[in-house]
Structures are given as C-alpha cells and as structure tokens.
C-alpha cells in the first residue's frame, strides 16, 4: 500500500492533481483541528516505541504516568498505535481519562490500539505531528527510535524557536537518553550550535510521578 505522503514525495504531478492533493491535504489539517477541538481539558502528548510489548518497562512506566495524568484531569494524547502509545492510552482510560489517538497510515497497517476514546487516522505526517503540538501542554518521551526523535526534535525546535510557546519537554529514562544529553552538552554546547539555554527546555526523570508534576507545575505557572 501507497502512502499518500510517499505518492506526494515520488510522483510526477500535474498542477492539477497537485492543486486537489493539496485541497485534501487541508481538509486534513481541518478533520485534525475539529478532534482538538473536542479536548476539553488540557492535554499531553506521550511519545515511544511502537516496539515495546506489555510486561516491558516502558511499557508499564507509560502505563503508570498516563494513569497520573488522568487522576490528576489530564487528557493524553498519542499516535494511537501499539507500544508505549497503546500501554499511554491504556493508562488513561485507567484512570478515568480521556484518551486520545492520532493514528498514521503505514504501509505496514497500524490499526489504532483499542484503549482510544477520540480516534483520528492521517494520511499525512506534518498534519498528525501539528495535532500532537496543538493539543498538548506539554511532552513525555519514552525510549523510542526514528519516529519518536523525530517527534522530540521537532517538539524542541519549535519551541526554540518560538514557534509555539515554551512547555515542558521531559525525558523518561535516563540511562536511554544519556548519550543524546551527553552529546548535547559535550560536544553541540561547546561548537556554539546549541545555547545553555535549550539544554534547559529538557527534563530527565525515571519516575512517573516527577513527570506529571514537571508538566502540571508548568501548566499551573503559566
């Protein structure tokens, strides 16, 4: 199966195929806003990997922070799909939340996961990764590969560069996210491609409980 991202990056169009294509890739973003939309309650983003399976420890320590999220009135959002994002969702419907996920289209298919409550499937990454930004006030990242630095880094640039307003970027698992602080620190900082100050846009925890309070504690200041 053909994802529409990849037939937009590959094919040869006409303007007016390019001109529908992006038509649909609007009413995209529109279907994606109107499921915000219907968040009526603040919101976090959980991000890891689709790889990790029940009894694994990223997948109960998703699990465990989704569920505080929910106790404490939080909705929590994912991309809707197996590992850390089904183990997030199933912890929010644990504890009483609302949980959300904004699924992909793969070649590979990924179904959603069958703890969502608001389910929405892209057939466009940048329109999935605007709602991860839009309805959320804050991220955790657990350990993850490709897909989950891409949403890390993307999350960090904008707010570096005021894209969208400073909240809080917290890590789980410090062991696994060490080398890329490491680097960061020891090798980005001293070159001048980073400041001190986006080191600072990160927190690290291995603890549920200091994650959600990280995020709560922003949300409440601002």
Excluded at 126 to 146: D, N, S
Excluded at 165 to 184: D, T
Aim: net charge negative; with cysteine.
């Amino acid at each position: 199966m053909s994802t529409a991202d990849k037939k937009m990056l590959q094919a040869h169009w006409s303007h007016a195929e390019e001109l529908e294509h992006a038509k649909r890739i609007g009413e995209e973003f529109l279907m994606g806003f109107e499921a915000v939309d219907r968040i009526d309650r603040p919101a976090v983003s959980i991000f890891g990997s689709a790889r990790v399976h029940e009894g694994s420890l990223a997948y109960d320590e998703a699990r465990a922070t989704a569920k505080l999220f929910a106790q404490a009135g939080w909705a929590v959002v994912t991309g809707g799909g197996p590992g850390v994002m089904e183990a997030a969702n199933r912890g929010c419907r644990e504890g009483g939340g609302l949980s959300i996920g904004f699924n992909i289209e793969l070649p590979h298919e990924q179904g959603l996961n069958g703890y969502v409550d608001v389910g929405l499937t892209f057939h466009h990454f940048y329109a999935r990764k605007t709602m991860f930004v839009k309805a959320a006030e804050g991220f955790v990242v657990f350990p993850g590969g490709f897909g989950t630095a891409d949403e890390l880094f993307e999350a960090l640039t904008l707010i570096q560069t005021g894209k969208v307003e400073h909240f809080p970027v917290v890590l789980f698992g410090a062991g696994y996210w060490s080398p890329l602080l490491e680097w960061a620190r020891d090798r980005a900082l001293p070159a001048g491609t980073v400041s001190p100050v986006d080191l600072e846009l990160l927190t690290v925890t291995d603890d549920p409980a200091v994650a959600v309070k990280t995020v709560l504690d922003r949300f409440a200041a601002q």
